[in-house]
């Protein structure tokens, strides 16, 4: 039976001829590893070389596995990893339930994607905000909206670049519980980047320090 989770398997990143991290991990299903360190340090650099987005001058050696399947040389939109960032990055031409529709995999009726869109609201306390404007939402509605989008595009591996720095004290707080409570119901690897002490304790699991 192929080993579940996501595996760094002999990552080696350089940029150019200079060496930036080395790292042997596994992170199983529902698990989390952080990897902490001071801006500049490679960390965001890490997360597109498992998203495939590593670019020049930047290189990469090792291999990527994601449930047992070599990733490593994949198209990105082939992985099935879920990426979070510090900024929501949600349309500001569509309204939320267009944000959370863009998500969803092809297929299925009108019928069937606009009950996947409600279920994805409700389950974040969202219950009724298709229609709404993006720019009417608080900080902490708009993470929920874009952790909801990631997730119904089914991903496999749940990627995090510092994605609760810029909400205030309390949201910060209960965005992070959300989004590691619904990593973990899911099954999902995590890999958090951050140089916040606090996200590290929150999540749990294995810290790395880097630099």
Known sequence: MAERGLVLDGLRIARGAAPLI?????????????????????????????????????????????????????????????????????????????NLAFGLPPGGSRAQRRARIEAALAEVDLAGFAGRDPATLSGGQKARVALMRMLLSDPRALLLDEPFARLDAALRD????????????RGLPVLLVTHDAADATAAGGEVIRLG
Do not use: Y
Request: proline letters at 8%; hydrophobic letters at 45%.
């Open 174 to 185: 209960q965005t992070r519980r959300l989004v590691f409570d619904l990593a973990r119901d």
């Open 22 to 98: 080395a790292l042997d991990a596994r992170i199983p299903p529902g698990g989390v590893l952080t990897l902490m360190g001071p801006s500049g340090i490679g960390k965001s650099t890490l997360l597109a070389a498992v998203t495939g987005t590593l670019a020049p001058p930047f290189r990469m050696a090792g291999r990527i596995l994601l449930d047992g399947r070599d990733i490593t040389s994949l198209p990105t939109e082939r992985r099935r990893v879920g990426i979070l960032f510090q900024d929501e990055l949600l349309f500001p031409h569509l309204s939320v339930g267009g």
